[in-house]
Nanobody, 126 residues
Framework: QVELVESGGGSVQAGGSLRLSCAASGNLGRTFCAAWFRETPEKAREGVAVIQTADGVTAYSDSAKGRFTISQENAGRSFYLEMNSLKHEDTAMYYC???????????????????WGQGTQVTVSS
């Protein structure tokens, strides 16, 4: 069993930065995959970024590329989403997610992740 606990988030003006953190506990194994998703009342949960903790390979959604950076330390026991140049449309509830069997090819599909954080709100004012 894996437990994920998020921290960070909050309110920021457009153009600003925020850093989200996720602490993972339990048996993560050697193929731990860590990801960030976001969701709004108008838009279904969507993948933002993913990292394969064994080798550091990452992937990003088109909206996140060039602005967001996912990173991890201690074999995934802590992972982060650094968000820069934030836009109003980045406003959402952000969730960390993980699975222990490696990152799926279609990493952006939330149904492929077994473990989820509680969510943290990010609000970007324009």
């Amino acid at each position: 069993q894996v437990e994920l606990v998020e921290s960070g988030g909050g309110s920021v003006q457009a153009g600003g930065s925020l850093r989200l953190s996720c602490a993972a506990s339990g048996n993560l194994g050697r193929t731990f995959c860590a990801a960030w998703f976001r969701e709004t009342p108008e838009k279904a949960r969507e993948g933002v970024a993913v990292i394969q903790t064994a080798d550091g390979v990452t992937a990003y959604s088109d909206s996140a590329k060039g602005r967001f950076t996912i990173s991890q330390e201690n074999a995934g026991r802590s992972f982060y989403l650094e968000m820069n140049s934030l836009k109003h449309e980045d406003t959402a509830m952000y969730y960390c997610a993980a699975n222990i069997y490696g990152c799926p090819t279609e990493w952006w599909r939330p149904e492929l992740y077994s473990y989820w954080g509680q969510g943290t709100q990010v609000t970007v004012s324009s």
